[in-house]
């Protein structure tokens, strides 16, 4: 999985710590998103961002924070988060052409514990 | 916007049998139509996808068949193999989110091969 990789892997936080999820693609693509994957719910899509402007906000709380510095990396930084806030986050990539939707591939995901 | 449902939740087949997954989407102005696999621990991993100027695409033991008029697609995988086991997610997109790259994912079937 050397396409899209994620850190960290594993991830185990308090309610009141603020921690970081990093994404970084290697396909040359230029739109990335964050998914959320809980158990038995379909993947819901937080953020899109296309040319490093972000394109898509599913109305998610804004102890959510992401950042696009440039097309090969995305940031996810979290603070206050809750329980329910534990899932697997999963980041992808696609070459946004433009023309609909594209072939997006994904990382291997980092698993957050909130305690 | 689009809503993709997708059938059964979890399915059990003898080894060397077919499988077979369907999902039904809600707008039919979308066009793409990817089908992805994801075993534990792993992010999702493209396995087939199919435009909608098809009806059906093989690729080895997978193929994917898409009905447009009645908007359902399923995934069939034929001499079953234990290395097959996995979850395998459905997505729709290029629909009314034209431009912007969304897929729409259904909640998943778990596939178990029994040796």
């Known amino acids: 999985e050397t396409g899209v990789t994620q850190t960290p892997r594993h991830l185990v936080m308090g309610m009141t710590n603020k921690k970081s999820l990093k994404c970084e693609q290697h396909?040359?693509?230029?739109?990335m998103y964050w998914y959320k994957q809980s158990a038995k719910k379909p993947l819901e899509l937080m953020f899109v961002?296309?040319?490093?402007?972000?394109?898509e906000n599913n109305s998610v709380p804004s102890r959510f924070s992401p950042e696009c510095p440039n097309s090969s990396h995305l940031f996810l930084h979290l603070h206050t988060l809750q329980p329910e806030d534990s899932a697997l986050y999963l980041c992808?990539?696609?070459?946004?052409?433009?023309?609909?939707?594209?072939?997006?591939?994904f990382g291997p995901g980092t698993r957050l514990t909130v305690l | 916007g689009e809503n993709v449902e997708q059938h059964p939740s979890t399915l059990s087949v003898q080894e060397g049998d077919s499988a077979v997954i369907k999902c039904t989407y809600s707008?039919?102005?979308?066009?793409?139509f990817p089908w992805y696999k994801q075993e534990l621990g792993k992010g999702p991993q493209l396995i087939i996808d199919?435009?909608?100027?098809?009806g059906e695409k093989k690729d080895q033991r997978i193929a994917v068949t898409l009905n447009k008029t009645a908007k359902h697609f399923s995934l069939h995988i034929t001499e079953t193999q234990p290395e097959d086991s996995a979850v395998y997610f459905c997505?729709?997109?290029?629909?009314?989110?034209?431009?912007?790259?969304?897929?729409?994912f259904g909640t998943g079937t778990r596939l178990t091969i029994i040796p």
């Open positions: 992808a990539s696609s070459l946004s052409t433009g023309t609909g939707a594209d072939t997006q591939y």
């Open positions: 396909l040359g693509h230029n739109a």
């Open positions: 961002y296309s040319l490093e402007e972000r394109v």
């Open positions: 707008d039919s102005a979308s066009n793409y």
């Open positions: 199919i435009r909608s100027n098809v």
């Open positions: 997505a729709a997109g290029g629909g009314t989110n034209f431009g912007n790259e969304k897929l729409t």
